[in-house]
């Protein structure tokens, strides 16, 4: 069975600090990876989508790999901005009878202070 | 495209009614969910449609809860009789081949609150 962990569960850092989340996979079988940010009150915007062909994935000042013979999966932000607070997720596959659909765990609640 | 369109976006419904929540999404995907978020049990998948059909709905909570998929561009959730427990943001999303082989696009939610 197919779960996720987020490592740290919550993070407060100064602005301007480089910073890293991560998700842990019990199964390392893992095609893609899409991570998301949520905002309070408001729904789930997905940031970068890691093909099963690719190992990370770049948009502006995020950055995400995927290491499918671990099961790990890393968020980095550089230069941390008070706008990139938000909760973010990494949500996992569930393998149920071979139909496909996205599982999310509790993610990593983020607070960058100005 | 203009993305998941989810209505509406705020429902205030009194205990015992009927509620209605529906969802477009984007054209051409062929799977679309229905997720509820609440503080307690964080985003739980309700049930998921492929080609209209409804593959996994374990997570509908109870006969009360059932959604439907007319057609390619529509679906609606509907909760009869509505309960304060109800009460949370649902959610839809939509993807071309499911997860994980594509990508998820979420609509921005109806905030349902059951008095």
């Known amino acids: 069975k197919q779960e996720v962990t987020q490592i740290p569960a919550a993070l407060s850092v100064p602005e301007g600090e480089n910073l890293v989340l991560n998700c842990s996979f019990t199964?390392?079988?893992?095609?893609?990876l899409q991570w998301f940010r949520q905002d309070p009150g408001k729904g789930l915007t997905s940031l970068l989508l890691i093909q099963s062909s690719q190992r990370e994935q770049t948009s502006g000042r995020l950055n995400a790999s995927l290491d499918k013979s671990s099961g790990r999966s890393t968020l980095y932000i550089a230069a941390s901005q008070p706008g990139d607070s938000a909760t973010y997720l990494c949500p996992y596959a569930a393998n149920r009878g071979g139909n496909n659909d996205m599982r999310f765990g509790a993610g990593t609640r983020l607070t960058v202070k100005p | 495209d203009a993305g998941v369109i989810q209505s509406p976006r705020h429902e205030v419904t009194e205990m015992g009614q009927e509620v209605t929540l529906r969802c477009k999404p984007i054209s051409g995907h062929d799977y679309l969910f229905w997720y509820r978020q609440t503080m307690m049990r964080g985003l739980e998948l309700l049930i998921y449609f492929n080609n209209n059909v409804p593959i996994d709905d374990s997570g509908m909570p109870e006969d009360r809860f059932s959604a439907k998929m007319p057609n390619a561009s529509f679906s609606t959730l509907k909760i009869q009789p509505s309960e304060p427990r109800d009460s949370a943001v649902y959610f839809c999303?939509?993807?071309?081949?499911?997860?994980?082989?594509?990508?998820?696009?979420f609509g921005s939610g109806t905030r349902l609150t059951v008095v």
């Open positions: 999303a939509s993807s071309l081949e499911g997860y994980p082989y594509d990508g998820y696009t």
């Open positions: 199964d390392s079988a893992i095609y893609n």
